[in-house]
Structures are given as C-alpha cells and as structure tokens.
C-alpha cells in the first residue's frame, strides 16, 4: 500500500500518545494546557486520515479554539505557579496508574482479539493483487488513500477495490448505501442496534418526520462522505431530537457557568 | 526477512491501530484523572477521554462508510464544550473559597 | 372408748395444730406480748399437744383391740387435712398417720418437748428476744410432728426441711455473733445436703412404686407379687435414703454439723440435738424397715456407718475440754449405736435407744444447761469442779443420767444398749423371702446371681427360728461380730468420758475464777423440775424392756409390761422380723445372752473405775497421758480434722468452681462469643468506613478497579 | 386524679358490665385488661411534668383498675370447660377472630386458656406493686418512667392472650421498647451498654423466630390455600423433619434468649444490675416467664419431629443452666447480680419440668414460672430497698441489718426461703414437681449417638443410657431397657444437685447481709421499713405463703389445660415417632419415647380413674351463683 499514508498515521499517533502523556506529567498547567492543544492538532490530522475532514476543523475550532482558550484563560486569571510534587507517594496513585494500565490492556486485548492478524494479511495480500492488476489496466486511480481498513464485503457492484480505495472510492460506497437506504434494501438503523425490534414500528410525531423525499437526496457534488452536509441533514433528520437536547444543554451550561463564576455582590 | 513482510504488514493502519491508540488516549486521560491532584489537570484528562472517544467514533465511521459517528462526535464536541465550562466555572468558585483547587482537598460533601 | 373413726381422727391435725397456732401467735404478737403470756402460750400449746397425743394413743389401743393383726399394716388411725397435690397418678395428701411407731415418737417429742420449753422459761428468762425462741421453738415443734405423724413421704418431707429450717433458726438464734450465725447456716446447708439424697430417693420409689402413701407402700413390699418392683431398686432408694438420714441424724458423712450447733441456746440442743430432730433419721428408716430389708447389703452398709460413727464420735468426746461439746459428741455416738441396731435389724431396740436416749441425754444437756445457767454461760469443764454442794439438785439428776447413759444396770441405759448389743450378735442377714428366693434361684441375671452367690455357695448351715436349715452369708457374720465388739468398745468408752465429765464438773476443787465461784447457785424451780423429772424417766424408762435372759423370770401377769415395747411394735416391725430376722443361737438362747449382758456390764464398770482413778484419784495422770500421747491427742483434739477436710474438698472446690465458671461466663460467653460477634462487625464497619475517604479520586480508582474486575469476570469465561 | 375515677364509675354504669356480670355476654375482660393501662397512659400524658405525686398517684390508680378488671378474668374462667376433641388447647373468655388485615389474613383474636390465665394474673397482681415500689426509687422523668412501665403491661399482657402467631410477635416487640428505656435511661452506671445487650440480644432471637413465623405461614397458605396467622390454623401444618428443624431451632432459639437458657444468658445480669427496682421486677417476674410460655405455646405444638430430637439437649441446656447458674451465684459480690443468676437457675427447673412431658413436669414448670416470679420479684425489692438506703449493692457493704430492721429481715428472710424452695413456701411446689416429673420422663432420648444397647450377658449397668430391669419373674430375659428414664434421672439427680446450691447461696448471701454484727455505721442509721414499703412487700409474702401451702387453687386451674396439651402432643409425638422410624436417613429414637400422659388416643378420654374433684366445675361466678340459688 501507499507509503506515506502510514508514515503520517504513525507520526501522528505517536504524537497524540506523547502529547496526552506530557499533559498528564508535566507540573504547570500552563505547560499542559500548550502540550494539549499540540495533542488536539494530532487528533486532527488523524481525523483527516480519516477521511472525516468536516471533524477535523471542528475539532480544531471547538476544542483548539473554544475550549483551550478557555483553559488558558482560567490558569490566567488564576495564575497557578508550578505546583510542587506530590508530597508523599500515594499508595492509591500507583493503584490508579495500574488500573488506567489494566483498562488499557484489557481494551487492547479486547480489540485484538476481535480482529483476526491472518485475516487482514490475506486482505493485505488480495489488495496488493488488486492494485497490480488496477496499475496493470492503468485506469485512473485518484488520489489513493492506502488505508486500507479491512471493511465489509465489497459492496455488491462497485469495480472499486475496496482495499484501496481513495477518497472517490469511500465517496461511491456512501453513495451506494445511501442509495440502498432508498431503495428501502436496508434500512438506517440496520445492523446499528442488534436487539433492536424492528418490527416495532417507531413512530415519529409527524412535526419530527424526516421529509422522505430530502432524507436521501443526495446532493449534487459528489464527495459527500467526511463534509457537513450529511452531518447537517442527519442532524435535522434523525437525530433531531439530540440536537434540540443539546441547545438546552449548551443554554443550562451558559447559564450556570455565568452565574459560579459571577462574583456574589451580597 | 520474514519479520519485515510482517512488520510490513503491521506497518499500514488498520481500524484496529486506530482504535488501540484511542484506548491508550482513554487510558492515559483516565491515569490522569486519578493521579493528578490539580483540578484543571483532571478536567484536562477528561477533555483527552472525551477525544479518544471521538477519535474510536470517526474510526468506525469510517470503517462502515457511514456518517453517524461524525455526527455522534459532533455532538461529544458540543457537550465536551458545555462541560468544561461549567468546570471551569466551578473551578472559579472554588478557587476563590479555598485558594486552591486540588480535588483531594475538597472533601465537605464527605458525610 | 372406741375411736369414733379410725380413718378420720381428727386429734391427729390438732396435736399438730397445737404448736402451729403457739409460733404464729407468738411470732406476729411476740414482741408485744408481756413476757409471762409468751411463756403461757409457748407452753400451753405444747401442754396441749401432749394431751391430744395421749388422747391419739388411748384411741391407737381401742382401736388395736378391736382389730385382729392380719399381718397387713396394723392398727393405725389416719386423719386427711386437705388434697395439697393430684396430678396425673401422684395423689399427695397433708395426711396424718398414727400407728404405734409413731405413737411412740409422738409421746416423746410431746413430753420432753413440755418439759423442755418449761426448762426454757427459766433459761431464757432475762433474754430480750425471748418471744422470738418460743416462736421457733414451737415452729420447731410443729415441724417434727408433721414429720413423724406424716401419711406419706410428701409429709415428712416438708417436716423433714421445716425442722431444718428450725434448727437454721434456733442455732443462729443470738445472730449477731458471727460465728453462730455460721453455725446455724452449716447446719442447714449440711441438712440440705441430706436432703437431696432424700428427694433422689423419694422420686426413685415414686417412679418404681407409683405411690408414696406408706400404708400403700407396705402392702406393696408385703406382697410377694408386687415385691419384685421393689426388689431392684431397694438397694439405690434405700441407699439414698439412709444418706439422707445420716444428713440429719448426724452419722458419719454428714455429722459435722452437730458439734458446732452447740452454738444456740442449751434448751435447743436439748431438744433438737438430744431429742427428737437427730432422732428422725432412726424414725424414717424404722418406717422404711420394709424396704431397706429387701436388701442385705444395704443394711450391712447402716450397720457398719453406724458402729464407725458410735465409735469415732466417742474417741473424739474423750478429749473434749467444752461440757456441751462432750455431750455433742455422745449424741453422735449414741446415735450410731441406733443406726447399728437398726442395721442388723433389731428396729425395736433401736427404737427403745431412741426414747431412753432422749429422756436422759435430754437431762444431760439440761443438767449442763443449768451448769452453765449458774456459772454465768461458762462452758470449759476444766474450770469447774465441786459442784455437788453448790448445785444439789442439778449434781443429783446429771449422776443419775450420767449412771443411765454409762449403761449401769437398773437405769435405763443398760437395757436398751443390752438390747442393741445382743441383736448386734444374735441376728444374721438372709435374704429369706420365700417365694421371691426361690425364683431367682436359676435365675442368670445379675440380682439372680447375687441371690445365688448369697445363699448357695457361701452360707454355712445355722438353725433358723423354724428349726430347718436355713442359709446364712458368711461375711454377714463377720459384719455381726465385727459390729459387736466395736459396740461393746464404744459402750466402755462411753462410760468413760461420761464419769470423766461428771467428776471434773462436780467432783474436786473449784476450778473457777473467784468473781464466778460467789456467784454460782441452784437454778430456779422452773428449772429443776423438768431436771428432776427426767431424772426419774431415765431410771424408770428402761423397765419397759428387759432383757429375755431376765424377762422369763417376771410373773406370767407382768409379761405384756416387761417385754412392753417389744409387743406393741411387734405389728409395725411383723414384715421385716418375718422376712429375714433369724435368731442366731435358737429359740430361746438365754444363756449367751446373759453372757453378753454381763461382758456389757463388766466393760462400763471399768470405764467408771478408770475414769475415777485418772480425775479423783491422782489427777495429775491426764497431764502425763497428755505428754505421752501429744500427736494422737491432737488428731482427736481437732476431730480427725474432718472439718477442715470437708471445708477443703466440698466449700473451696464449689466456690472455686464458681470462680472459673464465673470467669468462664464473663468471659468466653460474654467476652469471646458475643463480645466477639460485636468486635467483628465493628472492625469489619471500621475497614468499610475508610472507603468513604471522600477524595473524589479514590472513588474514580475504585470505579476503575471495579469495572476492570468486572470485564475480567465477563470475559474470564472465554479466554 | 378525679376525672379518672369518673371515667371508671362511668364505665361500670354502663348496661354491658351488668350484662357482663351474668358471665356469659361477650364482655371484652381480656381487651380491657390487655389495652386498660393505655387509659392511663393517657391520663398521665395530659398531666403537668412536675406534679410528681399525681403522676405516681394515677399511675398506681391504672394499674389497680387493671388489676381489678383483671380478676374479672380469674372469676369467669371456667376450668372445666368442654375439651376442643383434637385441638391442642381450648381458649375461654375470647375476643372473636375480627378482621385486622385481611389482605394478609391476620385477625385480631385473643383468648387464655389454663397456661396463660395465671400469668396474666402474675403480670397484673405485680404491676400495682412494682409502681408503687417506685415512690422512692425514680424521680427524673417520672411522667415517661411511668408511660413506659403501663406501655410494658399492654405488651406483656397481649403477648400473654394473643392467639394470632402475628398479634403475639406484634405485643412481643412491643414488650421489648419500654423495658429498653426503663434499663437504658433510669439504670444504674453503664446502664446504656446493658440496654443495648438487652435490645439487641433478644432482637435478634424474635428476627429469627418472625422468619419462622412467616414460613410457617407460608407453607400452611400454600397448602390450604387460605394464608391466614391464626395459631389454631398454623397447628395445622405438615412440614417436613428437616424444614422442623430449623424452624424449631429458630423458636427454641428467640425463647431460649427470653428465658434465658444457659449460653443466651449473659443479657440478663447486666441488664438485671443497670436496671431499676421497678424495672429488674417486671423483668424478672414476667419477661422472663414469656420465653417459657413461648416454648409451650408456639415452639413444642408446631414441630413434633424436631422436638423429638431436640429435647434431650434443651433438657441438658436446662440441667446445666440449673446447676451453673447456682454456682455463679455462689461467688457473686453483688446481691443483685446473685439474684439475677438466682432467676437463671431457678428458670431451668422451669424448662426441665416443661421438657420432661409429663403432667408432674408440665404443673410444675408452670407453677415455678408463678412461684419465681412472685418470689424473684420480692427478692429484687427487698435489694431495692437495701440499694435505696446503702446506695450500694455490694454485700461486703451491709451486715447486721437485721438488727437494725427486724421487720425487713422477717419478710426478706420468708421471700428468700420462699424462692430456695423450703417446703411449705411458694418455690418448693414448683421444684418439686418439675424434678418428680423429670424422674419419670420418657421423653429425653439422646438417641443413636448416646444409646447402648444392654450385652448379651444381661451386664447389670449398661451406661450411660439404660438401666436393665427384669420385668416379670417367669420371664427373666424379658428385660426393660430404660433409655430414656435413664437420661431423665441423670438429669433429675443434677437438678436436685441445683436446689441444694440454690439454699446455700442464698443462706450465705442472706447470713452476710443480715446476720452477723454491724461493720458498717451507716448500715446503724438504716430507716426502718415506712409503711408504703411494708405495703409493697406484705401481698408478696402472703403470696408466697399462700401459694406453698394451698397449691390446689392454681393446679386445679392449670390441670385441664396440661392434660389436653400432653394428650395432644402424644399424639403428634407417636406419630414422629413412626414417622422417624420409617424415614431411615433420620437418626431412629431409640428406646420408648412417648409423652406421658393420661388422656389416648382421638376421643381425649381420660385413661386413669376420674379425679376428686380436684379441678372445680364452673367457673367461680357460676358456682357463686349456684349457691345464690341453694339459699
């Protein structure tokens, strides 16, 4: 596969390690606050690998922009020194870090053990192949983004090897879902909620219902997967209700923020 | 040269490279969250759970070629926000009580 | 006259009725009465009850001529005060039974209780509490007629524990002396001992017999097919029994609380410890005689304890320094010489001992009563002496008893103690119950092998009364003779010690301090008169039982009077003579019984004789033989030290126990069970409590700890 | 003071009480005695705190009206009542089944019978006594001291009549709160630690028994399918051997605490020490006689299989409490901790008189529970009279106070005797027949683990469990193994070891503290006794002497009663006793357990010839009545 993809996803995994690591050690809380902006910029760039670039910038803006400046603007006004070490070893500190560690180890060994090595190598292997016989045909091959993560079973008529897919590839594979969405093959919540009953019909006050017909347009350009629009229609469609949620949530956090932080007059 | 193929083969990320890191993230946060004493710290960490959450939903996303877990993550970045303001409020407020905000010396709701 | 009805004879509840109302009057309104009425009603009531019981007995004769002896109980009057108890098959009646037996007990206690309470008067005279004595006294009284006069063993066992109680009371009368008090609560406690023996023994014959009526029970052990009941449990009641006796007749294991009881006043112990209380033992098992004879090892056992007493206490009273004490101790004695009597069976002689006994050791301890009355409560007899001029009357009737008790013939010592001593010899155990032996003949289990051992392979031939050959148990022989010689040992004694005390009290120089020598002096006539009344009863009482050898030779007229007690107990004792008396030396062995009459004699005689030389003679001889003697004359100083052994073995090791087991309750129980559940859980809360250390960061690691245990739990299953 | 005895005379204005003097109308004796003290309580709560006279004066006046009302009970309860064929007791002078929470089948249903009848008696005559016994002892909140001691009447009294399994546990906790702050705030020095041993001692044995209690109720309702706490209905359950086990563990356990029997004993002389004279009274006399009665009641009818098995080693409880409780009285410095060891003992004749199933047994655990409670209670009064003016209860601290009190020393002196079981007092009668009955119980077999079957060679003493005896002359090896009489007299011959001890202990507490010359010069200014005291303890000594010499009064009341409870459990128990014999994994009761008693079989008739008039006909109103009409 590609080789720079990898390169940059190291490079960036082992900076967001380093850097969250950092903010958790290091004695100023200024010092954190910088190294954690540093570790959201990493997050960013992996967004990007991923392919989710909408998230990316927002990533930067809310938690870059908004909340680190916020932060900073508390150990400001604040003006935290550097806090001396801990005075004594704490014996429940080093039972925290084993713990953290123990959940760490376990998610991991959760993880590989879901994903079968032998598998993704044949995978590996079969999109090698792929890629040889595309380079072969010498058709045209976009950008290729070689992150070749072992998804479903190619979708059923795409030509495009899944394996190594670029951006367009990622693109025609939403667009196919979303397209099967329509079709009624399958529905949104399909496969999503296991036990879900599906035969239980659930309806949605008919102020809330998704107008069928925009639900699945798919807008003009294509290279939808990773923009706003799908994120902003699901937002007003299906998960409207969260959204709503959310603005109370954001009012009642405003709300209570100002009136803590107000100094009392009395 | 058998370990190279295979480090090769380790070598390109796969959803599982991804989803390791944002456990590690998840684990480092919630070390921080326990060990450090100053409350910014803490609150520092959970802003990095909440990321290794958000980076575990992109990575899905991306490995089901959906969108939901962008939205999802949008919505984790709403309330990540909403949360660290009214911490950082409360940090506020407490500060100007005690004159310091280590979170072991906050212990009046004890009984 | 002939009794109105035998069944319901109504004189039996008011001779017990008598001294009841005398104590409840005397206790509520004693204190307020004037002293002379106090002394009238105590009296009056005892003078009434005397009365009654001479009215009971003239019914008793009427009653007996109409009636033919069959053999069955014999005439008896009966009187039913009301149901204490009916339940399930236990019927316990507060009923009186007045046969000649207790007839003649009741006539005892009666008069020399009269006698005694007049004695009181005078005694107690200048006392404060004297209303509270009299109180006692006739409590005391009341207790002993319902113990004698009882119908069934219920009865006499509330008169058994109520004449204990008396005793408790009259012995810790002067209270506020510790020691008395002491001895008073010994007493009881030792009593109470004898007690529980006594109820084991009665619920063993309740639960074999069903029944504790003694006219029901008799019947019961006469007849030879409801005998074998009894058979296997005669040895266990019976010895149960007797142990309860010797709790109150003062035999050997439990006779330490007679000596320290000459604590109350002399009247009590003339009473109590001469008269009637110590009797009852004797009493009780003369009135089990059919019982205890069902078992000839049993009545070895008495026959033993009794001589071992007799001559143990009588040691001991040789070297007594303290008047009352010397007359304690020939109590004991004299008692173990009616446990002899009736343990080879002689339950007539016992009974003569008993009344001859009480009339003149009752004169004994008054005679000393009066002694000490006169030298201002001094007891040591080593500082008197010479009192016959000062004291005439009370020096008179004490040689007199003195005379009786030493068994010099013509006074009435002599012929019970002959009579004891001769059956000692004469009569031999066998189990001769025809019918029952026979039976068990080839009988293999244990009682069949004990008969067969008894009877066939030991027993040398010896004539019976019948003439056949009738088996008689070697080593029972052997308990005869040993038990004879120690008799006729302790007879000898006895004479010594008692003329050693009268010639120290009234022969010789006035050993007293001058302020006491002017002031001695006669007691008053209320004194005196019971003094001298004994005095003739303890000559004249013994004429009622003559020896055989001496008897034949009384007109044919005077029979029924010389041999008098014998035939009018002979139907009480008929089951026990029939059963198994055998006379040793045939019919009618005048000759070895004269034999043993004189060896009797010529024994007290040297007694007398040694006594006179060592305290007349040369007086300095005790202090020699005191030298000589030092170590064994301060074992039997300090009586063997059995007080000391007892109050080591029983009063330390039950207090000890009750130490440990007090400690043992504190604490195992409290302290280690449940102190233990407390401490557990309040360890167990202090280990929770500091999971509450309120540092919110805690809390997170222990989420995190948890939710890992919990993955590792999901998923340990499939690793 | 005055609007009380209105309300009294009001109340006997009224046309019921006539009616209820014909005897036979519904007139509620049992509610009225049961709920009377709450009158009082009510009077007292409307009254100022400081007037302490008229509290005290109302208080006592309650008590007396419940006492007066109470003897309506004594006159109407007719001994001779038809016997219920089949039942295990029949009840008299009861308040109907009503309805209290029919949803879960608990009716409000009271009623007494000979066992109960003279305990009820027992609480009311001592109520009156204990108040006013208090003149003297308590002055700090008089007004709650004497709410609770009327609220602890209601509960002891309803426990007593209750005849819902419910009702009873309802009165049995309610019984606990009252004595809890009668130790826990007028007690002695740490009289708080005391209260809490108390509370949560006997706590945790009712919990117990409540879990019992609602299994039962269970088992029955699924099995009948109507759930319902009425007692007669629970008799009426089959449960399996090892379901009784456990549940006849849990009763025996919350009655044994109560008793207390010998391991749950350490409650009781602490609380006995900390806890008020009026207090250690009611707490002595009657709480204690609840465990017993209990046992009868609830724990022995319900479970036959288990009580089987269970016996010998409540018996051996029993012994061994006797004869340790003696000896820790023996050694005791303060006279009321020896007393309190004295109830200790003195309840085990009780319980070895109950266990033995025998009638002498069964009257005279009954009579003991009487005796001790009239004779401990006059024990503890005569302490509190010393405490009252020593102000210490060490014996060392007192001598000779009789010189200085001879009335005093005449009552305590009759009250001690009475309670060391002198013939002719109170005590003797119970111990008596307790120790006869146990003699001849053939109800106390250790079974396989301590029998011994006899050898072949007919060894004479086959211990420890069986004499051989030879029956009948033609048949030599006919031989009786006594089993179980065996282990009955090993116990009687330790029990009678108990009465012994019991005289010497109190002998010498009572030569310590009364003989002997004055050490003390306080002991020289003691007052003599003031005429309320000589009130308190004159009824209790006529009592005693009453109750020793007359015994015919109480067991001619108690007799039916026991004859029907012992023919009824010689049914269940021949019944266990096949039931184990079959059923092989249960340990097989050897030897020939039975219940004796003189009623067989179905029809209740009496086996023995009719008595003589020993249990009255009638009862007293309708034999007052009858000779009304002679004249």
Known sequence: MGFWEPLFFWLFAFGALITSCAVIVMRNPLYCALTLIADFFCFAALYVLLSAHFLAVVQILVYGGAIMVLFLFIIMLLNMRRVRPASRFQVHYAIATIAGIMMFLFAAWAILSAVDMEEVAEERERVAEQIEEVEQEEEEVALRTASAIPGPEAPVDAPVLYADVNELAVEQAYAQTLRAWRDGHATPSDHKYPDFDPDRTYELPPSLQPDPEQAHVVPGREGLYGTFKPVSIMLVNRFVIPFELTAVLLLASIVGAMILAKRRVA | MAWVSTLISYWEPTLAHYLLLSAAVFSIGLIGVMVRRNALIVFMSIELMLNSVNLSFISFARYRFEMDGHVFAFFIMAVAAAEAAVALAIVIHVFRHKRGVNVDEMQELKY | MEPLYADDFYFLGLIVLAPLLGAIINGLFGARLPRKVVDWVACGAMAFSFVFALISLQGLVGHAATQESDGGFGPHLTYTVYQWIFRGDLNADIAFLFDPLTAVLVLVITGVGFLIHIYSVGYMADDPDKWRYFAYLNLFAFAMLMLVLGQNMLVTFIGWEGVGLCSYLLIGFWYNDEKKAAAGQKAFIVNRVGDFFFILGMFLIFYTAGTWDYVELHEMATSTATVVQLLPIAFPAGLLIFLGCTGKSAQIPLYVWLPDAMAGPTPVSALIHAATMVTAGVFLLCRLNWLITLSPALMAIIAVTGALTAIVAASIAIVQNDIKRVLAYSTVSQLGFMFMAVGVGAFVAAIFHLMTHAFFKALLFLGAGSVIHGMHHEQDIRKMGGLKSLMPWTHATFLAATLAIAGVPLFAGFYSKDLVLWNSLANTHVLGIEGVMPMIEGAQNSLGALAQYLTVDVAPVVEDAGGEAVEVVSWALAVNWGVYLVGLITAGLTAFYMFRLYFMTFHGECRADEETKAHIHESPNSMVGPLSILGVLSVIGGYIGWPHFLARYFPEGLQ???????????????????????????????????????????????????????????????????????????????????????????????????????????????????????????????????????????????????????????????? | MVELTSMFSALAAQPMLAQAATGEGGFPWLTLTTFGPLLGILALVFMPRDQVEALRNVALLTTLGVFAVSLGIMVNFNPGVAIAAGEAFTFQLTDGPHEWIPALGIQYYIGVDGFSMWLVMLTTFLMPIAVWSTYSAVDKYVKEYMISLLFLQVGMVGALVALDVFLFYIFWEVMLIPMYLIIGIWGGAERVKAAIKFFLYTMLGSVLMLVAILYVYLQVGAETGTYSFLYTDLLGAQLSYTEQLFLLGAFALAFAIKVPLFPFHTWLPLAHVQAPTAGSVILAAVMLKLGTYGLIRYAFPLFPDALVVYAPYIALLAVIGIVYGALMALVQEDVKKLVAYSSVSHLGFCVLGLIAMTPQGMAGGMYVMLAHGIATGGLFLCVGMLYERRHSKKIADFGGVSKVMPVFAAFFGVIMLGSAALPGLAGFVGEFLSLMGASKSHFLSFGEYLFVTPGEDGSFFVMPQGFTEIVNPDDPAAVV??????????????????????????????????????????VRQFARLDAREIGVLLPIVLMIIFMGVYPKFFLSYMDPSIEQYLGYMDEQVTEAVERAAQDEDRPNIYGEVIVDSLYRGEAMERTEQVDNGWVPEGSMWDRAMEELQEE
């Open chain 3, 560 to 719: 029924p009077y010389v041999l008098g007690l014998e035939h009018w107990l002979a139907d009480v004792f008929a089951v026990s003579n029939e059963f198994r008396l055998v006379g040793r030396f045939g019919e009618s062995p005048y000759g070895p019984e004269a034999i043993a009459a004189s060896a009797a004699i010529v024994i007290a005689g040297a007694g007398i004789a040694l006594a006179y030389v060592m305290y007349i003679k040369r007086p300095e001889l005790p202090g020699v033989i005191h030298e000589r003697t030092t170590r064994i004359y301060k074992v039997l100083m300090n009586k063997y030290y059995v007080d000391e052994a007892y109050d080591f073995l029983f009063v330390r090791s039950t207090l000890w126990l009750g130490k440990a087991s007090y400690w043992f309750d504190r604490y195992i129980i409290a302290g280690l069970l449940v102190g233990g559940v407390a401490f557990m859980t309040q360890s167990l809360g202090a280990v929770l409590s500091n999971l509450q250390s309120g540092s919110v960061q805690r809390y997170a690691t222990y989420i995190t700890l948890a939710l890992v245990l919990i993955f590792i739990a999901i998923f340990y299953g499939v690793i």
């Open chain 4, 481 to 522: 193994t006594w089993g179980p009489e065996a282990t009955a007299f090993i116990f009687t011959i330790f029990g009678t070891l108990g009465v012994f001890l019991g005289a010497a202990y109190l002998l010498w507490m009572f030569k310590r503290v009364m003989f002997g010359s004055i050490k003390h010069d306080e």
